[in-house]
């Protein structure tokens, strides 16, 4: 079973940036494709960002040059660095891991842009 645990979220005014953080409970992260999703009020669960085993990136057109996936394998953490928030960023944002047909979800953090 992997655990997940996000961190990081809160709220940031209109143009500001934060990090959020995602600590994996598994023995080898790198074969793992890691992703953040969130969900807004009223609105279905959506991909942001992935980062897959073979080091490939993939991100929603709605983030694309404001927000960075990365991964550490060696301390099991994943990152999503959010620059240049807008109010429509608002949301709970997920972490997500997906190996060998698993599929695991962390509780959520909320993110809210509002000045």
């Known amino acids: 079973q992997v655990q997940l645990v996000e961190s990081g979220g809160g709220l940031v005014q209109p143009g500001g940036s934060l990090r959020l953080s995602c600590a994996a409970s598994v023995s080898s992260l790198r074969l793992y494709a890691m992703g953040w999703y969130r969900q807004a009020p009223g609105k279905q669960r959506e991909l942001v960002a992935v980062?897959?085993?073979?080091?490939?990136?993939n991100y929603a057109d709605s983030v694309k040059g404001r927000f960075t996936i990365s991964r550490d394998n060696a301390k099991n953490m994943v990152y999503l660095q959010m620059n240049s928030l807008e109010p429509e960023d608002t949301a709970v944002y997920y972490c997500?891991?997906?190996?060998?047909?698993?599929?695991?979800w962390g509780q959520g953090t909320q993110v809210t842009v509002s000045s």
């Open positions: 980062s897959t085993p073979g080091g490939n990136t």
């Open positions: 997500n891991a997906r190996r060998l047909g698993g599929d695991f």
